[in-house]
T-cell receptor, first 111, second 114 residues
Framework: DSGVTQTPKHLITATGQRVTLRCSPRSGDLSVYWYQQSLDQGLQFLIHYYNGEERAKGNILERFSAQQFPDLHSELNLSSLELGDSALYFC??????????FGPGTRLTVL | AQSVAQPEDQVNVAEGNPLTVKCTYSVSGNPYLFWYVQYPNRGLQFLLKYITGDNLVKGSYGFEAEFNKSQTSFHLKKPSALVSDSALYFCAVRESLWGQNFVFGPGTRLSVLP
């Protein structure tokens, strides 16, 4: 158990809908990262938050957004969903420049 | 910009034989290097890291990796493979600047055959 929790574990929704994925980092970790893992594109970095502030954006679509709250949990919002958004979404947390600890992921299926 | 390459999509090795999973990187500064393993339907698990110091790094489950600055490589090794080592392995790099992000390689699928 990495200490990072993600909910929900599975999510099935329809095209055009909006969903919110939640992540709680390890105790004391200020950094939260979001990744998308699909079969054909590997692990893609989406966004990084540090102590509530956005630090870096990767390959994140404009339909996607995220935030980190004062209690350090983070939410990833995906809107106007398309079939191609079906993937595993991982959250990871880290302390400083150390290794990342990954959550178990949320499997999103868009029908 | 930092980047990571894992030149082999798939590595097959017989149980008991040594294994190597290759990784090369590109960064403008000093690299922080990491290896992660992913088992089916699971998140990535940290195996080991190189920050500074000894070029041979030992990690979890008997894995080790060798940092080679001149070849910009960080290959993952294990002297004797187990069937249970079969998984997807990711190499990652981060520049040693605060706020820089991790870049992951595309992954290498390791199959250890009994």
């Amino acid at each position: 158990d990495s200490g990072v929790t993600q909910t929900p574990k599975h999510l099935i929704t329809a095209t055009g809908q909006r969903v919110t994925l939640r992540c709680s980092p390890r105790s004391g970790d200020l950094s939260v990262y979001w990744y998308q893992q699909s079969l054909d594109q590997g692990l893609q970095f989406l966004i990084h938050y540090y102590n509530g502030e956005e630090r870096a954006k990767g390959n994140i679509l404009e339909r996607f957004s995220a935030q980190q709250f004062p209690d350090l949990h983070s939410e990833l919002n995906l809107s106007s969903l398309e079939l191609g958004d079906s993937a595993l979404y991982f959250c990871a947390s880290s302390a400083g420049n150390n290794e990342q600890f990954f959550g178990p992921g949320t499997r999103l299926t868009v029908l | 910009a930092q980047s990571v390459a894992q030149p082999e999509d798939q590595v097959n090795v017989a149980e008991g034989n040594p294994l190597t999973v290759k990784c090369t990187y590109s960064v403008s500064g000093n690299p922080y290097l990491f290896w992660y393993v992913q088992y089916p339907n699971r998140g990535l698990q940290f195996l080991l890291k190189y920050i500074t110091g000894d070029n041979l790094v030992k990690g979890s489950y008997g894995f080790e990796a060798e940092f080679n600055k001149s070849q910009t490589s960080f290959h993952l090794k294990k002297p004797s493979a187990l069937v249970s080592d079969s998984a997807l392995y990711f190499c990652a790099v981060r520049e040693s600047l605060w706020g820089q992000n991790f870049v992951f390689g595309p992954g290498t699928r390791l199959s250890v055959l009994p």
